[in-house]
């Protein structure tokens, strides 16, 4: 998996698009906050069921 160092996730433009509206509903400036925000909670996550 650590090879590909790229995510690449493909969507048409409707789901893009409403994936932005969304995301702005939810207070983010774009999707790349919101991808960085939703990485980081998962990882906290997966870190709080390891112990």
Request: glycine share 6%; hydrophobic share 30%.
């Amino acid at each position: 998996m650590a090879d590909n160092t790229r995510l690449q996730v493909r969507d048409t433009a409707e789901e893009l698009e409403k994936l932005d509206k969304a995301i702005r509903k939810l207070g983010y400036k774009d999707r790349a906050d919101w991808y960085r925000d939703c990485k980081r909670q998962v990882i906290r996550q997966a870190e709080g069921e390891g112990k």
